[in-house]
């Protein structure tokens, strides 16, 4: 589901997969390696970021996520305009370090 009315955006990635065999850690790293390939960035483990310039990108990045879906596992997939993004609190250890910022160069494909 999208919030829409929104330009610039950010999806967020969460997910808990299976790495007991080594069929699951294949899996697993290859969604991973999908996520990248599709210009998200890990910003934890198992929690990667991408920003959206539109609502129409964000969509499209969405279904990226969902074709590289493994069969097993949890994923969540969040959307946040860059002003809610903007307002996460991060921490390295107990200092402050300043989130993600949308770029400011457009995407071009």
């Given at each position: 589901m999208f919030v829409s009315?929104?330009?610039a955006m950010w999806l967020l990635v969460m997910f808990d997969l299976p790495v007991k065999t080594k069929a699951q850690r294949k899996l697993a790293t290859g969604?991973?390696?999908?996520l990248l390939d599709d210009g998200f960035d890990?910003?934890?483990y198992s929690v990667y970021s991408r920003p959206c310039p539109s609502e129409e990108s964000?969509?499209?990045h969405f279904g990226h996520v969902q074709a590289a879906l493994p069969p097993c596992g949890q994923v969540r997939i969040l959307q946040f305009t860059d002003?809610?993004?903007a307002r996460m609190l991060?921490?390295?250890g107990e200092i402050p370090v300043q989130t993600e910022r949308m770029p400011s160069q457009l995407e071009l494909f």
């Open positions: 009315g929104f330009r969604f991973r390696k999908a890990m910003i934890q964000a969509k499209a002003k809610q993004y991060c921490f390295q």
